[in-house]
């Protein structure tokens, strides 16, 4: 019985998509309403005028203008959307 057993393949190479989370427009930059500014997990930042948040954290435009990104104290990051 000098046989070798049969090699198995690995278990652990498995691996998800990343999420394309991030900054999608940039300070400065020009939105129309609807354009997605971030993709996040929580609210790594949070919205100020003229953006809405959905219910996954996405920050989107609700009003034509330029991205405005401030910070409000050390830890806490808001966006904004001003009137152009």
């Not at 990343?18 to 999608?24: A, E």
Request: no cysteine; charged share 25%; proline share 4%.
């Amino acid at each position: 019985m000098a046989h070798k057993k049969g090699q198995g393949s690995t278990q652990n190479n498995r691996d998800s998509a990343g999420r394309r989370l991030g900054v999608k427009k940039f300070g400065g930059e020009k939105v129309i309403p609807g354009n997605i500014i971030i993709r996040q997990r929580g609210t790594k930042v949070h919205p100020g005028n003229g953006v809405g948040m959905g219910k996954d954290h996405t920050i989107f435009a609700m009003v034509e203008g330029v991205v405005k990104f401030e910070n409000r104290s050390r830890s806490q990051k808001r966006v904004s959307v001003v009137p152009a």
